[in-house]
């Protein structure tokens, strides 16, 4: 079994801010760990993705995420926000190996990411 | 350029009605599936599929139904049987651990 809690339905920070969006797994296998970004009325868009190599991972437009196993998180980070950030942001898990979860997306509830001037 | 294409965008649907949502993927992806979005609720996972002619079950499958005749495509039915119907609906394709996702169908039972 597998599942993903996002602490904070809605987070808001000022233009340059760090931004902070917490994840945290449960799974009763190793996993590969996934951010997503979604605009309104749109598909999701794979900011980055953890699948066992580096614990830190870097992502696009400036994003990072970090595996943290002992504390089962990955917390997505960006050392300064920017107004184009604003969206919402999905935390994923899947096992990394066989089982019936194998290949299965698990979506935390999401987080939605307002950015203020 | 390879991608995912859901069709139409939006769609309404009267009470009582089967309507039939379109995903096309032109990636050679084996892996589909479907995804209902809900605010507040993530995303819940309704069918899948691993291979032509297969298909499973995800969380949420009752009153929908899907068929994988081709590899390129997965239509999901909302049937008449599932009472809360009006969500957005994403579908995705997979390979190794890469997933690609539509643009979505946003349904509205009116």
């Known amino acids: 079994a597998q599942s993903v809690t996002q602490l904070g339905s809605h987070v808001s920070v000022s233009e340059g801010a760090l931004v902070l969006l917490r994840c945290n797994y449960s799974s009763s296998v190793p996993p590969y760990l996934f951010w997503y970004v979604q605009y309104p009325n749109q598909g999701l868009q794979l900011l980055l993705k953890?699948?066992?190599?580096?614990?830190l991972v870097k992502g696009i437009n400036g994003f990072e995420a970090e595996f943290k196993k002992s504390e089962t998180s990955f917390h997505l980070t960006k050392p300064s926000a920017h107004m184009s950030d604003a969206a919402e942001y999905f935390c994923?898990?899947?096992?990394?190996?066989?089982?019936?979860?194998?290949?299965?997306?698990?979506f935390g509830q999401g987080t939605i990411l307002t950015v203020h001037p | 350029d390879g991608g995912i294409t859901q069709s139409p965008k939006y769609l309404f649907r009267k009470e009582g009605q089967n309507v039939t949502l379109s995903c096309e993927q032109n990636l050679n992806h084996d892996a589909m599936y479907w995804y209902r979005q809900d605010p507040g609720q993530g995303l819940r996972l309704i069918y899948y599929?691993?291979?032509?002619?297969?298909?499973q079950k995800g969380d949420i499958a009752e009153g929908y139904s899907v068929s994988r005749e081709k590899k390129e495509s997965f239509p999901l039915t909302v049937t008449s049987a599932q009472k809360n119907p009006t969500a957005f609906y994403l579908c995705?394709?997979?390979?190794?651990?890469?997933?690609?996702f539509g643009s979505g169908t946003r349904l509205t039972v009116v």
């Open positions: 994923a898990v899947t096992p990394n190996a066989g089982g019936t979860s194998y290949g299965k997306l698990t």
């Open positions: 953890y699948t066992s190599a580096a614990t």
């Open positions: 599929s691993q291979i032509v002619n297969d298909f």
């Open positions: 995705a394709s997979k390979k190794g651990d890469g997933y690609t």
